[in-house]
């Protein structure tokens, strides 16, 4: 099993910031892509952000120059830092981790979500 723990959601003004951390933990033998996903009420669930192991990022264009995803090998932890957030930024947002649990097993886990509210 491998869980993740996600932080840093909250309500923030139009224009604010706001840091999303994601923590793994448990079975892992090595993680490939760690990233960001959100959905809002009645809408789809849409890719934010993110990093595979060699460093290649990938965003979705709504968030690109605002968002911007990091991550900490030797933690198993991945950030979202989110600047310049508009209401239509409002979503939960989910913490997906994929990668390996031993030489056979893959993995894929999601986060039990945290909520984004940007209003004023």
């Known amino acids: 099993q491998v869980q993740l723990v996600e932080s840093g959601g909250g309500l923030v003004q139009p224009g604010g910031s706001l840091r999303l951390d994601c923590v793994a933990s448990?079975?892992?033998?090595?993680?490939?892509?760690m990233g960001w996903y959100r959905q809002a009420p009645g809408k789809e669930r849409e890719l934010v952000a993110a990093l595979s192991d060699d460093g290649t990022t990938n965003y979705g264009d709504s968030v690109k120059g605002r968002f911007t995803i990091s991550r900490d090998n030797a933690k198993n932890t991945v950030w979202l830092q989110m600047n310049s957030l508009k209401p239509e930024d409002t979503a939960v947002y989910y913490c997906?981790?994929?990668?390996?649990?031993?030489?056979?097993?893959?993995?894929?886990?999601w986060g039990q979500g945290t909520q984004v509210t940007v209003s004023s």
């Open positions: 448990g079975s892992i033998f090595k993680i490939n892509a």
């Open positions: 997906n981790v994929e990668g390996r649990r031993s030489f056979w097993q893959r993995f894929n886990s």
